[in-house]
């Protein structure tokens, strides 16, 4: 993690209420082109939040401004109530789905791989969801790829320390957004950062799958009954590749089951891990290896093949788009 941006003067007093009188922590760890990303706590000072502002734009229209706004807060946490299954989590007494199993529209089948939504405003711009521990994927594939430096290089290049984990990681990858695209979800901007790696045993209760937090913990047992690795000590000093992808960042989500659209997803994180990942980009196959064959139970049968088939068009497409400049 490259650790908090120091905060502008009068930053909390600029946040929307309540944030702007709280005594709650508050770290800038995000500034983007729409929105500003801080680490908070939310209702109980032990449930670390993450909080989403979109500041007004003064050069839209006001009343358009307000719109827009409105419209990205409320579709980003409806997709993300659908995906986990849960209603606003607040205090964990959020409305329970019957059964939060995969199913045809998706309801809860992401359950503990996106944040939960713990609350929203959309007149004042803001959404809270469960803080992740762990950092991006991004960040992770980084820090491993400099931690890896003694194998000679990135850790994706032939030899290099690390590229089984890798491969590991990206499998996972693949598999998350399969089960995303299964619930009838497309994400619109899958990149490595809008992915969250989090160390297992680190899931809140509510969040998780029950199976999911059986495994996660037996696993952390096993593990920090050998030695090390203390599922506290882990957001900044995770070296390794180890844990669930946490699926973030659903402003731009839409449902959709079109093969189109869901190849159109796979392009666009294809792209960005090249850009980003230069280093490890050949190893990206394990993505759409693993998609193709529906791991995780995501697209399964012929579906993500079919899917992968679909991905060649887009390809096709996106080069001859950049020939003609
Ligand atoms: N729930 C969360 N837990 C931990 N970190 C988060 C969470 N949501 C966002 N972040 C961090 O903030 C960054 C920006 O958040 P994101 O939702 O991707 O906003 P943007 O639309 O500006 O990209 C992410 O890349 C990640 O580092
Ligand atoms: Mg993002």
């Given at each position: 993690?490259?650790?908090p ?11 929307p ?8 922590p508050?770290?800038?760890i ?59 989590a ?21 359950r ?9 405003d959309w007149?004042?711009?803001?959404l ?13 594939i ?20 690390g ?21 009838g ?16 045993g ?27 690795d203390?599922?506290q ?6 070296t ?7 699926l ?17 997803d796979l392009?666009?994180l294809?792209?960005?891990f ?52």
């Open positions: 993690m490259t650790g941006i120091p905060l502008p003067p009068n930053a909390r007093a600029r946040l209420t309540p944030f702007n009188t709280s005594p709650e508050l770290e800038l995000a500034q983007g082109a729409e929105s500003l990303l801080y680490k908070t706590t939310f209702l109980s000072p032990s449930q670390p939040a993450a909080l989403k502002i979109r500041p007004v734009k003064k050069w839209r229209h006001p009343t358009l401004d307000k719109r827009l706004t409105r419209a990205r807060i409320l579709a980003e946490a409806r997709v993300l109530v659908k995906l986990s299954g849960e209603g606003i607040a205090g964990g007494g959020g409305r329970k789905v019957k059964d939060p199993k995969r199913e045809g529209e998706g309801v809860g089948g992401m503990g791989l996106v944040p939960a939504v713990l609350g929203l007149e004042g711009g803001w809270v969801t469960e803080w992740i521990e762990g950092g991006t994927v991004k960040e992770r980084y820090r491993v790829s400099r931690a890896g430096t003694k194998g000679g290089g990135r850790v994706g290049e032939a030899g290099g320390e590229v089984e984990e890798l491969r590991g990681l990206l499998r996972k990858m693949g598999e998350v957004v399969g089960k995303l695209h299964a619930c979800i497309v994400h619109g901007d899958l990149t490595t950062s809008n992915m969250m790696l989090r160390p297992f680190t899931a809140s209760p509510e969040s998780s799958k029950p199976e999911r937090h059986d495994e996660a913990s037996a696993q952390s047992s096993t593990r920090s009954a050998s030695d090390v203390q599922p000590a882990t957001s900044t000093s995770q390794s590749l180890e844990g669930d992808i946490v973030i960042d659903f402003g731009l989500a839409t449902q959709s089951v079109s093969d189109e659209d869901r190849a159109v392009y666009v294809e792209r960005a090249g850009s980003t990942h230069p280093w490890e980009e050949e190893l990206f196959a394990c993505v759409l290896d693993a998609y193709a064959h529906g791991e995780g139970s995501g697209m399964a049968g012929k579906a993500g093949k079919t899917v992968i088939r679909k991905l060649e068009d887009v390809r096709m497409r996106g080069r001859k788009k950049s020939m003609l400049g």
